[in-house]
């Protein structure tokens, strides 16, 4: 009789990302950090990093996204572990799960209820995107410009 070879499952090896739109919220972040150590602890998984980045999740350039687009190229961990869809990214969220999983990387969303603050940062996010669509309509210099965007921030600050 052969012997049986026993193996033990493999540990999955885990990233944690957290996200806030603006220094002001940094509580925050330490508190989606918290918590999903937390999570980690309870899966017994081991914790390979945790990246974070302080900027709005429309932004494409992040550095702390970028860094575990490299990480997954690399193989460095099985699980992407956020807190909310909207910490890794506002738009787009199947399409960069798609990419992570093509790496093997499964993208985890702990909690689905958004956090209490969830209407100011699509307020703040708003305002991006029409300051965006604007400047590049009526070029940021421009009064046309600032007219638009002046219009969208008080029409967000009347009840």
């Known amino acids: 009789h052969p012997v049986e070879e026993i193996t033990t499952p493999r540990i999955a090896h885990v990233v944690i990302y957290a996200r806030i739109s603006g220094a002001n919220q940094r509580k925050e972040l330490e508190n989606q950090i918290e918590a999903l150590k937390k999570y980690v602890e309870q899966y017994n998984w081991e914790l390979v990093a945790i990246v974070k980045d302080i900027a709005s999740g429309l932004k494409e350039d992040r550095r702390g996204l970028w860094k575990l687009i490299e990480m997954a190229k690399r193989h460095k961990f099985d699980i992407l572990l956020v807190a909310y869809k909207d910490r890794l ?9 798609e ?7 499964k993208v985890i969303v ?3 209820e958004s956090p209490k603050d969830f209407y100011q ?8 995107i029409v300051s965006s669509f604007a400047s590049r309509i009526y070029g940021k210099h421009s009064r046309k410009y ?4 002046e219009a969208v921030e008080q029409a967000i600050k009347d009840p």
């Open 110 to 112: 702990a909690f689905q």
């Open 99 to 105: 990419l992570f999983k093509t790496y093997g990387v």
């Open 121 to 128: 940062e699509l307020v703040e996010d708003l305002i991006e």
């Open 89 to 97: 990214t506002r738009f787009g969220f199947k399409y960069l799960e």
């Open 146 to 149: 600032k007219k638009v965007v």
